[in-house]
Structures are given as C-alpha cells and as structure tokens.
C-alpha cells in the first residue's frame, strides 16, 4: 500500500539573490561551488541533457517545480539514490525517494545537508529558520511525502480522513499525473514546518501514515467480506481494459493497475509472474517510453504504444 517515501530539504546561500532574481552567472558560479563541495556526487547540467532525459527527469516525483523554467542555470547532483537539484525554486534541494521509511531517508539527508553546511552558509533567520521562496516550508525547509495505494478506503470515502488530517497540520491528496488527480494514490505529506523540529514531521508522518495503511488493511478486508461481487466487477473490469485497450491514457492505467494490484492481494485474480504492477508504471509513463524509444510521440501514439506494452505485460503476468 505505500509505494515510497519522498523527502525534500530545501536551502538558500545565505547573501545570494533568491532563483527568481538571480541573474545567469551568479546562479551558474553558484551551482559549481556547491558541486565542488561535494566531489563524490555527478553534476549534470540540464542544458547538457537530451530532450528524453528531460522528460524523464520532469516526471519525477521528487523534481523541483520549477527546475526546467531556469533551463540556462538549472542543474542537478546525484548519487545513488540521492539528487540535489540546483537553481530551481531553491538553489538547492536535497532529495531521497524509495522504499526505505522516513527516518532512514532523513537521517541520509540530515548527514549530507550537515556535510554541505560545513562549508557553504545557509541563509536563515533566528526568528524564523531556513529561509525558502514558498512560505509554507520557511523554518526547518523539510518536505515529507508518504505515496500511497488506497483503492478499498477510496471506495468506501476518504472524505472524513482526510479533514481529519488537515486538522493535524498534513494532508492527504490525490496523486497527480499530468495536471490530472488519480482515484486511488494518494500523497499524505506536511503543510507547514515552522515551529516543529524535522524528527518530529518525521516521526508524526510515519505515525499518519501507519495509521492509514491500517484503514486501508481494514476496508480492503470488509470490502471482500461485505461486497466481493462489487469487488469482482472492479477488478475484473480493470482486468479487461489492461488486456484489450487499444488507446490507453496514463491516468487510466494507473487507476486500473491500482484495482487489479488490489484484486491480486485479496486472491480475486491469479498472477502468474512476478512482476510488481504497481512497479511497472515507472516504465510506462510518457517521459519513459519517449526516453526508452528515443522518439518523441504526440498524446495519440502514446497512447497506442502504452496500450501495446501494457498488453503485452498483462499476457506474461495472468
């Protein structure tokens, strides 16, 4: 049910222009002195970078926003599971995504950004903390996300659980892929960090988070106890257009993907590869194909060329 867990760390250098006002050369000078402080990381440069490693790159979930608009200046470090992305909203943040639980991910984090304070000084403020452009992560700059598969709690309402976690200073949203909010994943993640320590919108995230999966665990098995012939026509409708559609948009597959993973983990459907469902998106989403083709392809195609991969993948796993 939780497929990743996301953190971002956003910081400013402290005496430098906010992105918005940098001018090009200081933002450039800028970003190599923060890659030369970290030897060990790749620093690739999005001018650099191929029209289908940009896709792909704009399609992650942990991207800054506003990466792609600063094209001129805008750059990245990686390692391993780890990017710091340069002069996008921030002049950098620091970013983890995976499987690994929250803490292990902030701890990883919270030791690099030590790292990099040690020889580059953060803007901040006394009164107010780290000092960001977007005003809802002044004070700690810490963003956590919890992205997770809800399909059983969807269906019965998510409405009430979800005020109740905007009382709580989180939210839990609908996932969105290309401008457009999916049924079933959602993404629970802090809305402020002013006035709370990072462990403690670590530890409080975590707890939610728990909390949620346990709802779901719970709605999944009334769901097949109380109403298995809806649960059937569910699953089994999903089932269908993943194996026949000749068209198949993004959001609709990843909906359907999400009943049928469901249908298998509460032995609806029987599986007979291993592949993880939910897994597979990461392959089939537009950057991909395009990065994987090396062929931009207008909506249509895409649609066509997901709907023939995803055939093919539903004829080797059922």
């Known amino acids: 049910m939780i497929l990743y867990n996301a953190i971002r760390i956003h910081r400013n250098v402290e005496g430098k222009n906010f992105t918005s006002t940098i001018d090009n050369l200081d933002a450039t000078e800028l970003a190599n002195k923060i890659a030369e402080s970290l030897p060990s990381f790749r620093h690739k440069r999005l001018k650099e970078l191929t029209t289908y490693e940009l896709l792909k790159l704009k399609e992650e979930f942990t991207t800054s926003p506003n990466l792609l608009n600063h094209g001129e200046f805008s750059s990245y470090l990686e390692d391993e599971d780890i990017k710091i992305f340069l002069m996008g909203e921030d002049h950098m943040v620091i970013t983890t995504m995976g499987k690994e639980n929250l803490l292990e991910g902030y701890r990883k984090l919270s030791r690099l950004d030590d790292e990099i304070s040690s020889k580059i000084n953060y803007a901040f403020d006394k009164d107010f903390g780290y000092l960001t452009t977007d005003p809802s992560i ?171 991969l995803v055939r093919k993948m539903m004829k080797e796993e059922f």
């Open 138 to 308: 002044v004070g700690t700059g810490l963003q956590a996300f919890v992205v997770i598969s809800l399909p059983a709690t969807k269906y019965f309402g998510i409405k009430n659980i979800s005020k109740s976690i905007n009382r709580m200073g989180y939210r839990l949203e609908p996932f969105k892929v290309n401008n457009s909010s999916l049924n079933n994943i959602f993404v629970l993640k802090n809305m402020v960090t002013i006035g709370e320590s990072e462990l403690t919108i670590i530890n409080k995230i975590t707890s939610i988070s728990k909390e949620i999966e346990r709802i779901e665990l719970d709605n999944r098995k009334k769901l097949y106890l109380d109403d298995i012939a809806v649960l059937e026509d569910m699953v089994n409708r999903s089932y269908g257009i993943l194996r026949n559609a000749r068209i198949l948009k993004l959001d609709e597959m990843i909906d359907n993907l999400t009943i049928l993973d469901l249908g298998v983990s509460l032995s609806i459907i029987k599986k007979n590869g291993n592949r993880n469902l939910i897994k597979s998106i990461d392959s089939l989403t537009n950057g991909a194909i395009q990065h994987d083709r090396k062929q931009i392809l207008d909506g249509k195609s895409l649609d066509i060329v997901r709907a023939n």
